[in-house]
């Protein structure tokens, strides 16, 4: 059975920084990428970060580049975004997945075709 520990949300003021993680387990070592997702109040669940296992090779969503760095640990199958300069409009529930299958696109990997979702974080940035 696949399951994720997410951590590291909370309330945050406009301008301020947050580490979320999440802790995956019952994947193995056998899965493609890792990724974070956010869902404001009112709006779609939307790809905010992604990073293959393999090569390290990363996406970033527009709205975050030059403010959010994934990483990852692969001994740990854990994923960690970190987010500075931090907007109200960051506000949302941080959700992180796993993609097993290879995905030969570009971009970020489309929702429908994540495996394994998380619970999700709420991250809360004050203005």
């Known amino acids: 059975q696949v399951q994720f520990v997410e951590s590291g949300g909370g309330l945050v003021h406009a301008g301020g920084s947050v580490r979320l993680s999440c802790a995956a387990s019952?994947?193995?070592?056998?899965?493609?990428?890792m990724g974070w997702f956010r869902q404001a109040p009112g709006k779609e669940r939307e790809g905010v970060s992604s990073?293959?296992?393999?090569?390290?090779?990363?996406y970033y969503a527009d709205s975050v580049k030059g403010r959010f760095t994934i990483s990852r640990d692969n001994a740990k199958n854990t994923v960690y975004l970190q987010m500075n300069s931090l907007k109200p409009e960051d506000t949302a529930v941080y959700y992180c997945?796993?993609?097993?299958?290879?995905?030969?696109?570009?971009?970020?990997?489309?929702?429908?075709?994540?495996?394994?979702w998380g619970q999700g974080t709420q991250v809360t940035v004050s203005s």
């Open positions: 019952g994947i193995g070592s056998d899965y493609y990428a």
């Open positions: 990073i293959t296992r393999s090569d390290g090779t990363t």
């Open positions: 997945a796993t993609k097993i299958w290879p995905f030969s696109g570009s971009g970020m990997i489309p929702l429908y075709l994540w495996d394994y």
